[in-house]
């Protein structure tokens, strides 16, 4: 008998071990690389974005990657709740009407760019204090009908913006300007979209 739930105990054991090499090694289709200095040492580092083609949300994943002087590459962070899953609820569920875009690297900031149905948003990363941490998050949206929507906010300053204006005639309709300080700023592997109505 002790015998027979030791057996059970190690089958349990290697089958959770392999469904969880699985979902870690499951991340295997590539979808963009890019290379560029983050860390302001002369080197081009690495981003790379892959998907998960097991899980039927099909998930994103976002791995950096810093140079080394010999040529090398040393993984610092990793996220997979940075970029929204394909298919949230599962691929016979309805999509949010968020794709992702594409990432860039423009003077040494890292920049997460997300199509919505009508509009776009993006999340801005630079490389200090140890951490790549948010700096400015834009987001604009059209209603459909006459109005553009934009938040535009600088975490480093606290600035927020937010904009409402006819895109027939540029009027400007309503905005708003705040100081919103957050500190610390939060770390890439920590920021979730929308987890909150700022960024």
Avoid: C, W
Avoid at 100 to 106: E, G, H, L
């Amino acid at each position: 008998m002790k015998n027979l739930i030791f057996l059970i105990f190690i089958i349990f054991q290697l089958t959770s071990y392999a469904q969880d090499i699985d979902s870690k090694d499951s991340f295997n289709g590539p979808v963009m690389e890019i290379k560029g200095d983050l860390n302001k040492d002369g080197l081009d580092d690495k981003v790379i974005v892959t998907q998960d083609t097991i899980n039927e949300k099909s998930p994103y994943k976002i791995r950096i990657f810093f140079a080394e002087p010999d040529g090398k590459f040393k993984l610092i962070v990793s996220s997979t709740k940075l970029i929204e899953a394909q298919y949230p609820d599962g691929k016979n569920g309805y999509k949010t009407g968020t794709i992702f875009s594409d990432i860039t690297i423009k003077n040494g900031v890292l920049i997460v760019n997300t199509e919505l149905i009508r509009g776009y948003y993006e999340h801005k990363f630079r490389f200090q204090n140890g951490n790549f941490e948010l700096i400015g998050f834009y987001k604009i949206y059209a209603d459909g009908f006459s109005e553009d929507q934009t938040i535009d906010f600088n975490l480093l300053t606290g600035i927020r913006i937010e904009k409402t204006e006819n895109y027939q005639t540029d009027e400007v309709i309503r905005k708003t300007k705040k100081k919103i300080l957050i500190r610390p700023l939060p770390k890439l592997q920590d920021v979730i979209p929308f987890e909150n109505e700022l960024y």
